[in-house]
């Protein structure tokens, strides 16, 4: 039998590449591919700050592949990202909820449509440089295991893969630390090895949001009434895309103290603010669910619960209240759980499953 085949996708940051080293020294037959995504040629601005969506990320991969001496290709992915990703991004914030679009981009980009593309073209496996690793249970079943380094893992952006999905990918990275990646790229005199990571949201540089849904969404983003919970208007909002569950900078009100967004109600248009006390809750629904290290769940079954990507995590109880939806209750309160989030349960180090918050609220 010949080498197996792997396509690794490279954003042209020191972790995909790195990760196309690794394989490449594990024996592997492998290709480099970039995802276009940018969806403009203008739009190539939004690499300048290290993101993976411009054109610059295609030059820095190619001279990264050349280096390891592999192939690189582009493989157009505009219209599955303007779908999944950008017009999925708006809809969330104009319906009043805060979408995580990297969990969307990676389920149905970066693993669906690429892997599909990488099988036709005979792959073995997809690779990506995520910190995070890869496990088959002894049931059979896959699951996602915690990187290497807690401060860099990067599960939480993953739990929605599939089985499929996960039995064809390969995360190299997951076994290191970010200092042993950036010294592997030293050692290798790769071009990105002091690239600096990228951080927000790719596709919208400048980091505003309102303004980019504003431009692109083709809808009039109308502004409304601050409300206290009892429906009581205390000021002005320049629009429901401005706001976050628990924001409290930017809502220049003259309150007297601190106030928080606790609610947003797209039905009226209105911005719900309340005390800190009112920001947290000890449960949530959620709902597209999907589990990993197990089929489904009966019973109640206890988890480590994270509500956001830089959450450290809390103890809770996970159950089905419906066929795809569940209720978490926390052994303590958390703050600022915020619908159109993803909560992601552990099972220690193991990816248990995970869905997409509803609400806080019963």
């Known amino acids: ?180 990646i950036r010294e592997i790229a030293q050692e290798l005199d790769l071009s990105v090895a002091q690239k600096p990571d990228s951080m927000e949201i790719c596709f919208v540089p400048d980091q505003d949001y309102a303004g980019f849904i504003q431009k692109n969404s083709g809808q009039k983003i109308a502004e409304g009434n601050f409300v206290t919970s009892d429906g009581t208007v205390v000021g002005r909002h320049k629009g429901i895309t401005h706001y976050t569950i628990g924001q409290r900078k930017g809502l220049n009100l003259s309150m007297g103290h601190p106030v928080f967004v606790t609610e947003i109600r797209p039905e009226t248009n209105e911005v719900v603010i309340g005390e800190h006390e009112d920001v947290f809750t000890d449960r949530l629904v959620c709902t597209n669910l999907n589990f990993m290290s197990v089929p489904d769940i009966c019973d109640e079954v206890s988890v480590i619960a994270k509500i956001r990507y830089n959450h450290q995590g809390t103890p809770a109880v996970v159950r089905k209240i419906g066929p795809d939806q569940a209720e978490v209750v926390f052994d303590e309160p958390v703050r600022a759980v915020t619908p159109g989030q993803a909560v992601v349960f552990y099972d220690h180090d193991y990816v248990l499953g995970g869905g997409t918050i509803v609400t806080g609220r019963k």
């Not at 972790?15 to 190539?44: F, P």
């Not at 079943?141 to 064809?168: C, F, G, I, P, V």
Request: glycine share 10%.
């Open 1 to 180: 039998m010949g080498k197996k085949k792997v396509v690794v996708g490279m954003s042209g940051g020191v972790d995909s590449s790195v990760a196309a080293y690794l394989l490449q020294k594990q024996g592997y037959d492998v290709i480099g591919v970039t995802m276009q995504i940018w969806q403009k040629e203008e739009d190539e601005a939004a690499s300048e700050n290290g993101g993976c969506c411009g054109l610059s990320a295609v030059e820095d991969a190619r001279k990264v592949a050349f280096g390891l001496g592999i192939p690189h290709y582009v493989m157009n992915f505009r219209d599955e990202f303007q779908d999944k990703v950008i017009d999925y991004f708006m809809e969330e914030y104009l319906a009043g909820r805060t979408p995580n679009p990297c969990i969307a981009c990676n389920r149905y980009v970066k693993w669906e449509s690429l892997l599909r593309r990488s099988l036709q073209i005979g792959a073995d496996y997809i690779a990506t440089g995520h910190y995070a690793r890869i496990a088959q249970l002894p049931g059979g079943r896959y699951a996602l295991q915690r990187s290497a380094t807690a401060a860099k893992d990067q599960t939480y952006a993953l739990y929605n893969l599939t089985q499929e999905q996960l039995s064809r990918t390969l995360m190299p990275v997951g076994d290191y630390e970010k200092d042993q």
